[in-house]
Each structure stands twice: as C-alpha cells, then as structure tokens.
T-cell receptor, first 109, second 113 residues
Framework: DAKTTQPNSMESNEEEPVHLPCNHS???????IHWYRQLPSQGPEYVIH???SNVNNRMASLAIAEDRKSSTLILHRATLRDAAVYYC??????????FGTGTSLTVIP | DAMVIQNPRYQVTQFGKPVTLSCSQT?????MYWYQQKSSQAPKLLFH???????NEADTPDNFQSRRPNTSFCFLDIRSPGLGDAAMYLC????????????FGDGTRLSIL
C-alpha cells in the first residue's frame, strides 16, 4: 500500500488560494488519489479524487504530477469553513483507504 | 439528508461488557467499511464488506467482529472492550471498488468505564 507524506500543518489567509501538497512515491499505476477533509467530531468528507489527469469540482482542484508520485490539492479561495485536517489517500483496487497523518489547515481571518 | 447514519453518536460501556455499534445507509452501496479513530490520530481501517464478502485487515484484533445482515445495515461488535478501545468508530460506504469515493457517517464515540 502506498505511503503518503504531507506537511503536519499549514496556514492560509482567508480568501487566498491554498496549495496542499502530498507525496505518494510508492503509488501503483492503478491507485486513485483521493482527498478527504475532516472537521472535529465529524466523519471525513470527500473533496476530490483522480487517477492521472488534473480534476476540478466545485470544492477544489487536484493537480497530479506526470509521474503520479505527488499531487496537490488546490483550494482557490480559502474560507474559515475550510479549516480542517486534509488527508491524501492513494486507494488500491480493493478501495481500502489507509489514512496518513494528514495536514491540519488553519485559515486566518 | 443523512446518507450514512450511525447510532448512537455517543456510547458508554463498561470494561469487558460487549457492545454493538450500528450503521445504516440509504445509498444502496455495495461496500461498507468500519474505521477506528483514536484521539488526535487518523482513521484506521478495521474491515469491510463487499456485498456479503467480509474482508478483515490483518492487524484488526479478534475482539472486533462485524455483521452485515442486509445491504442497508452493518454492525460492529466489540466482544470484550478494553480501555484501549475507547475511540471514534466511523462507518463508510462506497458504490463499489476501484477508486470509488467513500461516504462517511459522523461516527460513534465510544467510552469505556
């Protein structure tokens, strides 16, 4: 199973873009890259996922490196509600999720 | 509307007294998962069901069991809870395998007296 490396914490000013990096150098060719976020006392919330191409949705964008060994979650305009722990998860074909330590994002008003 | 529902949100049990946590889903998804999340840690996968096929993680203690009587419901049984089993237990579902997103409930926080 692919291991991930993410910064323990990051800060962003409100209404500015945020780039959350993730290294997953041992990812296999069929693993999808998922991003989830978790607020205190809530279950993880789906943000975005992709395989090879960059992906966009209403919440965020996902930029995947050409060699797939890293990816970046982009929040285009951080709001206070985006403060959470963000997890990058390479999911194998069995779809088992092995969470890493994640990045705790603080948004500064 | 809640799609993955976990009841109760808070559960207290006594050391060694069996406890069952429940999860239901309205998504008609084939796969259901159970995770354990201890304080300040990431969720840890315990096991999952693909339809009726049970898949246990290698390091899940024997004290943890699961049942899935039908598509909508899944239960987590802890046969003899120890103090170290105090945690948030999260249920999730996905339509299938192969990269499908998982949908999580808000968890049941289990306390052991």
């Amino acid at each position: 199973d692919a291991k991930t490396t993410q910064p323990n914490s990051m800060e962003s000013n409100e209404e500015e873009p945020v780039h959350l990096p993730c290294n997953h150098s041992t990812i296999s060719g069929t693993d999808y890259i998922h991003w989830y976020r978790q607020l205190p006392s809530q279950g993880p919330e789906y943000v975005i996922h992709g395989l090879t191409s960059n992906v966009n949705n209403r919440m965020a964008s996902l930029a995947i490196a050409e060699d797939r060994k890293s990816s970046t979650l982009i929040l285009h305009r951080a709001t206070l509600r985006d403060a959470a722990v963000y997890y990058c998860i390479p999911a194998n074909t069995g779809n088992q999720f092995y969470f890493g330590t994640g990045t705790s994002l603080t948004v500064i008003p | 509307d809640a799609m993955v529902i976990q009841n109760p949100r808070y559960q207290v049990t006594q050391f060694g007294k069996p406890v069952t946590l429940s999860c239901s889903q309205t998504l008609n998804h084939n796969v259901m998962y159970w995770y354990q999340q201890k304080s300040s840690q990431a969720p840890k996968l315990l096991f999952h069901y693909y339809d009726k096929d049970f898949n246990n993680e290698a390091d899940t203690p024997d004290n943890f069991q699961s049942r899935r009587p039908n598509t909508s419901f899944c239960f987590l049984d802890i046969r003899s809870p120890g103090l170290g089993d105090a945690a948030m237990y999260l249920c999730a579902t996905s339509r299938g395998r192969g990269g499908e997103p998982q949908h999580f409930g808000d968890g049941t926080r289990l306390s052991i007296l």
